[in-house]
């Protein structure tokens, strides 16, 4: 893992700060049922919104950064989110969504998950990382497992104003520390 001030470089992957230029895209995602997916409820964010979310630090602050996650060609490809807990600074969380369908299933979400995961335990003071997936994405529970992640609990949330359930996982750092995946990688 290669980090430059604001960006992350994997083997296959950068991710990197939103910028204003990325607006246009970020909106058209944000209203695309195809490209939130079946698990992922359209934000229908406008570009006016995002500028505010942009400008406001909302996005990209100490406490919670967004990524553009692009190919090493620059496509891009997805974003993925992490926040600390207010309530719990020890803890962050970790949103993914691939936004391009014909870029799902080949690795890049495991990827980016994985290095994004590097870096908030050895850059941070993190004890623990959560996820939340919808109990019928079976892929991203694949991945989770991959990862090292360990089911949590099974509740109801709040998807855009859509009912699901899903399942937390969770990863601590004694779990991070023993998973073989973390201790291999090139970028």
Known sequence: MTIF??????????????????????????????ACGSYLTPENLSVDQLAVLLASG?????????????????????????????????????AIKI??????SRGYGTEAQKYLILFLFNRLD??????????????????LQKLGFELAQTLPYTDQRVQRVGHLYRL???GFARQPIYQHHYA
């Open 172 to 174: 601590c750092r004694q």
């Open 5 to 34: 001030g604001d960006r992350i470089f994997t083997i296959r992957l950068q991710l990197r700060r939103i910028e204003a230029e990325d607006l246009e895209l970020l909106a058209g995602w944000s209203n695309d049922p195809l």
């Open 58 to 94: 909302v996005l990209w602050s100490e406490h919670s950064k967004t990524f553009l996650i692009e190919l090493r060609d620059g496509q891009p490809i997805g974003t993925v989110h992490y926040w600390i807990r207010p309530e719990e600074r020890k803890t962050a969380v970790i």
């Open 126 to 143: 993190i004890r623990q990382v959560e996820m939340y997936t919808d109990m019928n994405n079976l892929p991203q529970q694949r991945c």
């Open 99 to 104: 936004a391009r369908p014909e870029q799902r």
